[in-house]
């Protein structure tokens, strides 16, 4: 069971934003992360919860920020309920998008699981609804992911598989490359590692020219 740390910084001007401490597990029904994020002064900001089905589906989602709330889930494309500060007014949501994004590390990691990219598969495009920090605001956007390079490392508990991908947002063109060995991210955008306590839980393989499953074939649809 991988667990650690993670330091989270602003991607334009690089100011810390705090930390995550995560903890994160495969099981016989998939694979489930969670963390909580604290500001540079150690101060409580939030919480991730995230479980995914064994093919790299979303079964829940539950995000904790400022006070704000968000359930959601594979369902018809993704569905989200977002609660209010208050608890007196809750929107709900629905996408034809395939998964959800956001700051947490733990997106980056669903995401590979469900797209199980391999150097011979093609650029592929996705939708996602990312929630943005502090109020957790749903946005839709259209990225490409690609897997360019995998490289096996050697350490005292064998081979360490380190892939690269190169993520493009099809809205601005901006593109950006991100390290994960397993189920840790070691290095993306505003993420760094900055400790482990566990080695990473061993990547999940995928199968040639594997295609990302269209927007709504979630584990609660037909």
Known sequence: MPRGRYSLHDLHD???????HFHCAP?????????????PTGDHLGSVDLALDEMGRL????????SWQVRGAALQGVTWVRTDPT????TEGNVRAHTF???????????TRLLRLTLASPTTRVRVV???DPVLAPRTVDQSWAL????AHTTDNGPLIVDEYQVSALDTGEQHTIHIAGDVVLAAPGVELEHLETPPSPRVSGTPGAQVPPPGSGPDTA
């Open 59 to 66: 079964i829940r989602l539950e995000l904790h920020a400022a």
């Open 101 to 111: 994004a956001g700051t947490s590390p733990a997106f980056l990691i669903a995401m």
């Open 27 to 39: 099981g016989p029904s998939g694979w489930r992360y969670v963390s909580r994020t604290t500001s």
């Open 130 to 132: 990312t929630f943005t």
């Open 14 to 20: 690089h100011t810390p934003l705090g930390e995550e």
């Open 148 to 151: 360019v390079n995998s490289e």
């Open 87 to 90: 608890g007196s007014h809750a």
